[in-house]
């Protein structure tokens, strides 16, 4: 998407800012230009391994040699020297787990992903008689296998010799963020060892309050602190790039995924929230500089740290299942030929019919961590047809969104103005006219949809002085689309009850195991 | 190199001409589509119509796909499958334009805006999805015009009446209009919808070089011309996004 439009008045050559997106499928980078617009973008997807059911692995030599193809091949399709960029940031699947022999740079096992299963029976025996919130006040978070901390443990306790030689200093730990910086930096000669404060959130070893390793947790999980990276701000120079088709270029900024695009959308006031609809959704909403603890099924966060200032907190809500729904009426009920048809059969009705749909496939995420939960479809007359059920599908994605949002309005007291949205979903109209109505409050989507790689690359730009602030990037901010609430009050509250109701339903399908 | 079957290939091309929406056409404006003689033409549609495929309407004499066909599938390109694919370019052109963006299809002897984009300037502006513009004096509607035979079809059936006063209202010249339309490869509407507000548009086309739709900008006519012509940058921008939809459709599916 290389444009050109725009007539390059000066004679010195522009300049330009790039970003590492180091996902879950595949890698990317992407050239911005001092607007926050796309000049070039290049991806290669990597594999994943499935080594039993419920595990995932990647092998991390092969993302960093995918990662440094993506910036070879970003920077020759953009036609700019690396002498025009002027930093590097990088964005990362949070929470997937590697370590590294700091000698020889090699991955002492393949990475554990974030959607790895393995630690389950670890993380129950962590949480002892208290439960899966023993670390929640320190951490934010709930013991749960998609962290990195128990992944660490488990590496430790099953690669032979590994805990012996973490001990003695010889083996590194880090998140995707900390292993494309080390590499980049110089790798075993020099490289430097280092996480940023989104992504420390996220291990279950990271004190939200002091934003350092709490060593009372890392000893009760069992994972030595000498492994850990330094952890620093998400907008700061860590090192140069050394070597490579970056060689000589700041490596400036470093944020989970989720943070990334909370950056990338500018929701830098409190209140402020984006939501990311793919195949699962997640809602973070800033909330400031204070980490608000969650009664109402949250996870406390950090949303990001420029510099020296103070940390900026979130809260986050998660649905597991949104586009993954549209894909299941495609593909298990074979209602619709392409996701997009959803829409077209939804509009072919004025309404659900009275059928609610609560897609609980693996249980219920947030607020209510239900996992004796399974899905249900509710309300069913003779007069519903399969159009009803596509609307009732779209619904539940916009019902889902007002529950988390409701429950950030619990626990932090803060009334949501607007909901920033990105991701594939946001193709879809009807879905963010229910969104708007369901939340009643009015729903923006961005021009720039990379809004990940945005938030990587402003963060970056910010470190180097390539944007003044966070004024400068609020007014690159463009509204490309906004849905307005046009529901009957009266009727967005009945159809909510019947929403909540079909939500009971789904409870306790499943008798009590563990 | 395989062989293959001429009348086939015809009849392929009569099916095509006919998916889509509510799409009936005569036999001589089948004909002249797709360039063969009124017999031939003809005998293809019989053929078509024993097959189930095709269906003769009783009243106008005029031909529409037959149930059999989509039984077999609907196999015609989904508006929101549309917006999905146009959604990156659309936004990269009412950026790069500086103006909103709009992509229309053909719809009840008008053009439905399937997607719009807003102008980038943070002014309060109200999402137009699911409005309706007439043919004839739009720049989406004239490029359906020119492209697609259906469209053809309907906006010389229809009157034309005067929105502004610079609205062409002569069928005869309307017709000219759209022959430099083709040649050029995109369309222009200076006033002749809403005063002061020109735009430009061009067409989307799928793999088989079929018109599914229309994408365009609009704006102020004082941004958008230059010394009474539209800014060439502003044309090759609406083309451009044009093209990338299309080469985005033709590695599809469909």
Known sequence: ?514 | MARTIQSLERAAAVLRLLAGGERRLGLSDIASAIGLAKATTHGLLRTLQQEGFVEQDVHSGKYQLGAELLRLGNSYLDVHELRARALVWTDDLARSSGESAYLGVLHQRGVLIVHHVFRPDDSRQVLEVGAMQPLHSTALGKVLAAYDPVAHNEVMEDAFPAITERTVTDPAEFEKGLEEVRSRGWASDLGETWDGVASIAAPILDRRKMPVGAVGITGAVERMQQGGTLHARLVAAVRDCARSVSRDLGAGRF
Not at chain 1, 74 to 92: C, D, P, R, Y
Not at chain 1, 151 to 164: F, P, Q, S, T
Not at chain 1, 346 to 357: H, I
Request: hydrophobic share 40%.
């Open chain 1, 1 to 514: 998407m290389t444009d050109r439009h725009d007539a390059d008045l000066s004679s010195a050559p522009r300049q330009y800012v790039a970003a590492i997106d180091q996902g879950t499928t595949s890698s990317r980078c992407i050239v911005f230009d001092h607007d926050g617009r796309i000049v070039s973008v290049d991806q290669k997807e990597h594999e994943q391994i499935f080594p039993k059911p419920g595990w995932v692995e990647h092998n991390a030599a092969e993302i960093w040699t995918n990662v440094q193809e993506v910036v070879a091949g970003a920077l020759e399709k953009a036609q700019i020297t690396k002498e025009q960029v002027q930093a590097i940031g990088i964005t990362n699947q949070r929470e997937t787990t590697l370590l590294w022999d700091r000698t020889t740079g090699e991955p002492v096992h393949n990475a554990i992903v974030w959607q790895d299963t393995r630690t389950d029976a670890l993380c129950r025996e962590l949480g002892r008689n208290v439960g899966q919130d023993r670390f929640r006040r320190e951490t934010g978070l709930p013991l749960s296998s998609y962290f990195a901390g128990p992944k660490i443990r488990w590496l430790l306790d099953n690669v032979e010799g590994l805990r012996e030689r973490a001990e003695r200093g010889d083996i590194l730990f880090g998140t995707m963020d900390s292993w494309v910086i080390w590499n980049l930096t110089g790798g075993p000669d020099g490289g430097v060892h280092v996480t940023d404060v989104t992504n420390a959130s996220r291990t279950l070893l990271m004190s939200l309050r002091s934003m350092e390793w709490d060593e009372r947790i890392c000893a009760s999980i069992g994972v030595p602190t000498a492994v850990l990276p330094e952890i620093r701000s998400s907008a700061e120079v860590y090192g140069t790039a050394k070597g490579g088709a970056l060689d000589g270029v700041p490596v400036a900024s470093a944020l989970g995924d989720q943070q990334a695009a909370l950056f990338g959308q500018t929701c830098f006031e409190v209140g402020e929230a984006k939501s990311t609809y793919g195949t699962g959704t997640f809602l973070l909403m800033n909330t400031g500089n204070e980490a608000i603890n969650s009664y109402a099924g949250l996870i406390t966060t950090v949303g990001y740290r420029i510099g020296d200032q103070a940390p900026v907190y979130a809260l986050e809500g998660s649905i597991a299942v949104t586009g993954a729904l549209v894909q299941w009426m495609r593909d298990q009920m074979g209602l619709i030929n392409s996701a997009a048809e959803i829409e077209t059969l939804a509009l072919t009705v004025e309404d659900n019919g009275g059928a609610y749909f609560v897609p609980a496939f693996s249980g219920l995420f947030a607020p209510y961590w239900r996992s004796d939960a399974r899905g249900v479809i509710a309300g069913l007359t003779r007069y519903v047809t399969k159009a009803h059920i596509a609307r009732a599908v779209l619904e539940a994605t916009a019902w889902q969104t007002r529950e988390i949002v409701d429950a950030m309005k619990k626990d932090s007291g803060v009334e949501l103005t607007a909901l920033k949205v990105d991701g594939g979903m946001t193709s879809n109209n009807l879905l963010m006219q229910n969104i708007s109505d369901f939340l009643d409050a009015p729903v923006v989507r961005p021009m720039v949809s990379e809004t990940t790689c945005l938030g990587a690359a402003y963060a970056a730009g910010l470190a180097v002085g390539f944007w003044s602030g966070t004024d400068e990037l609020r007014a690159n901010w463009r509204r490309a689309a906004e849905w307005n609430p046009q529901m009957d009050p009266a009727a967005r509250d009945r159809e909510y009850q019947f929403w909540l109701k079909a939500v009971q339903r789904t409870m306790g399908w499943l008798d009590e195991t563990d």
